[in-house]
């Protein structure tokens, strides 16, 4: 959802700095949303590729993450990627080389939900 | 994040992929089926449980290994109409995380969570009096990390506790 700007001239109301605030630190029940891209090479099958996402939000324990595959189909790994280690901070976006290549990648969209 | 959880130990949660045809409509498992997984990561924290793939490919992961500091970051405080706090209570989407460890928990499935449930007798004294079975479990796990964490205010002796528990008696 987009930011409300503020006109010079105008009053600052606290709704306006609250919305940056919420970027920063979500409520309970608030989303943060956004795009991974999981690339790297595997030495051998089941070789781990993996990427740490972090999140715009601190402070706020989240409860899931959901991500798809969206922008890129999963190439060179056995299944598209799984998260782990979710946290205040952002999460971690891993999956296994299918074989011996130079090529993985994997990449969509996230949803973090607080 | 989950939405429900019934006492059939089915979970219904919903796709947050904007752009999917089922993206209105609940998806549903049930908490024994094998799509329900338990995913321990590396290291000793990280683990995650993972919900059945959408249509569309999007799959949820459930945050599966709280600390007690995160729990406690989690809570609400409920204040009255004049704004005197009144207590706190766990979020229910992580009370609701919390269920469904416990379930894989007992199937064999997952390691013990941090957190306790109630004795049946417990469970049953706060259904009788009406309470969802979620909210009774948010107010269970609120007294456990409030209560443990009020001994563990640094500079408090918990041996005192027992001693002036010992003289009262």
Known sequence: MPLNTVTTGNTILAADINQLVQVLQRAAGQTETGKYHLGGSSYTNGALVSMYMPSLSRTTAPVSASIDTSDTAPSGLQAAPSTGHLTANGFQVFAFGSGTTSNCNAGGNYTIQY | ?169
């Not at chain 2, 009255?80 to 609701?96: W, Y």
């Not at chain 2, 969802?132 to 948010?138: D, G, I």
Request: net charge negative; glycine share 8%; proline share 5%.
């Open chain 2, 1 to 169: 994040m989950l939405h429900a959880i019934y006492e059939d130990g089915t979970i219904e949660w919903a796709c947050t992929n904007e752009e999917c045809e089922f993206a209105e409509a609940r998806l549903s498992a049930h908490a024994e089926h094998a799509t329900v997984k338990y995913l321990p990561v590396s290291g000793k924290r990280g683990a995650v449980i993972a919900l059945p793939q959408c249509l569309c490919g999007t799959q949820t992961f459930l945050k599966a290994d709280y600390t007690r500091k995160e729990l406690l970051s989690g809570m609400f405080r409920v204040v009255d109409d004049q704004g005197q706090e009144r207590g706190h209570i766990l979020k229910l989407g992580h009370v609701r995380n919390l269920l469904l460890h416990h379930m894989l928990h007992l199937q064999g499935r997952a390691p013990e969570p941090l957190v306790p449930l109630p004795s049946r007798e417990t469970l049953v004294r706060m259904l009788e009096n009406g309470l969802p079975h979620e909210v009774a479990l948010a107010f269970w796990w609120t007294h456990v990390l409030i209560g443990e964490q009020v001994v563990m205010l640094p500079g408090f002796d918990s041996r005192l506790l027992q001693i002036e528990t010992r003289a009262n008696i």
